[in-house]
C-alpha cells in the first residue's frame, strides 16, 4: 500500500512564502512524474506544477515564476516552494505521484490535501 502525506500549510499574508512538502511511503518500487494540484473555493482541482523523475518540470500559468517544485527521488518526495502568494492561491493543495508499487502496477495516488490560506 502507498500513501501520500503532505506538510506545510498555512496561513500567510498576501506577498508572502510557503513551503509544502510532500512524502510517498509504502511498497513503492519506482515514482514517475508528481506534481501539486489544488481546489480553491468553489472551484475545481486544477493543476499546479508537475515534475518527473528526470525533472522536467511543467506550471500553470498562474503560478509561473512565483512557485518552484523540486523532488528528492531517493527519499521519494516532492516541495512546493510558493513565494509572491497572492489571496487567489487560498486552496486545498494535494499531492499527486503516478508510481508503480508491490503486485499493483503503475497508479495514480493523492495525499489528503492541505489548507492554503492567504490573506489581503
Known amino acids: 500500500q502507498v500513501q501520500l502525506v503532505e506538510s506545510g500549510g498555512g496561513l500567510v499574508q498576501a506577498g508572502g512564502s510557503l513551503r509544502l512538502s510532500c512524502a510517498a511511503s509504502g511498497s513503492i518500487v519506482r515514482v514517475s512524474t508528481m506534481g501539486w494540484f489544488r481546489q480553491g473555493p468553489g472551484k475545481q482541482r486544477e493543476l499546479v506544477a508537475t515534475i518527473t523523475s528526470g525533472s522536467s518540470t511543467n506550471y500553470a500559468d498562474s503560478v509561473k515564476g512565483r512557485f518552484s517544485i523540486s523532488r528528492d527521488n531517493a527519499r521519494n518526495t516532492v516541495d512546493l516552494q510558493m513565494n509572491s502568494l497572492k489571496p487567489e492561491d487560498t486552496a486545498v493543495y494535494y499531492c499527486?505521484?503516478?508510481?508503480?508499487?508491490?503486485?499493483?502496477?503503475?497508479?495514480?495516488?493523492w495525499g489528503k490535501g492541505t489548507l492554503v490560506t492567504v490573506s489581503s
Open positions: 499527486n505521484a503516478n508510481i508503480w508499487a508491490k503486485g499493483a502496477g503503475l497508479m495514480d495516488y
